[in-house]
């Protein structure tokens, strides 16, 4: 946890719509023991996104739901003594919510324009300029494979196609990319994040290629019929 989230109160957290990738969803349900239903909310795709998979006909994304007692407030929000809130699911949290408030400008980490807890809280001088870096790559190539997830239910899912089927979908999708991103490891992970867009010679754009072709396999392979 950074220092400025130390002494936070939970800012980012209310009154927030998380849209989150199918990957975010598997690590939670896993990580929880929870059903998809029990966390996540069907919402419209608005704005437009990565991820989005239809049902009945419409474009719909996928969102973190709200707390039972507060629904202002993420379902996974902890209210503490003192007026102390913090994330329940820290380790797992949304990638989304793991890179906030940071943002690439111009190729640069920077502070978003949109932060909550004051901007004086983050030091720009002294933050971990690669841990941000990774953490925003990540999300962004996360995202990037929950997209070829949804496109390959799209396709299949022509003619109709559930909810529960969707959500059985991405769990099948998403427990062989994982088993596949182990077998890469990590070192290997990090390279293919950091140059899936701008690869630096022929070898990182084929290894980047290889990866994603797998993944498309093995998504094809798990689409409905």
């Known amino acids: 946890m950074s220092d400025a989230c130390a002494t936070c109160s939970g800012e980012c957290c209310y009154d927030v719509i998380v849209r989150v990738t199918g990957y975010d969803a598997w690590r939670i349900k896993r990580a929880q023991a929870l059903e998809f239903e029990q966390f996540l909310t069907i919402g419209p795709d608005t704005p437009s996104g990565p991820g ?38 820290y380790a797992e949290r949304p990638r989304v919510c793991a890179v906030y408030p940071m943002t690439f400008t111009n190729g640069s980490v920077a ?8 901007a004086s809280n983050w030091n720009m001088a002294t ?14 190539f996360e995202s990037h494979l929950y997209g070829l997830v949804a496109e390959h239910w799209n ?49 990182a754009t084929a290894r980047v290629e290889s990866f994603l072709a797998d993944v498309d396999r093995l998504c094809a392979a798990q689409a409905i019929t």
């Open 52 to 89: 989005a998979f239809t049902l009945e006909g419409e474009r719909r994304a996928l969102y973190l739901g709200k707390n039972a007692d507060n629904q202002r407030a993420c379902a996974f929000l902890m209210h503490l003594p003192n007026e102390v809130r913090r994330c329940g699911i």
């Open 111 to 118: 502070l978003r324009t949109d932060v909550r807890c004051a």
């Open 127 to 140: 933050i971990t300029y690669p841990f941000w870096r990774r953490s925003l790559l990540e999300h962004m």
């Open 155 to 203: 396709r299949s899912s022509a003619n109709g196609g559930t909810l529960a089927q969707y959500y059985a979908y991405v769990e099948r999708c998403f427990e062989r990319i994982d088993a596949r991103r182990s077998e890469v490891g990590k070192e290997a992970f990090d390279d293919l994040m950091l140059h899936w867009q701008q690869a630096v010679d022929e070898g």
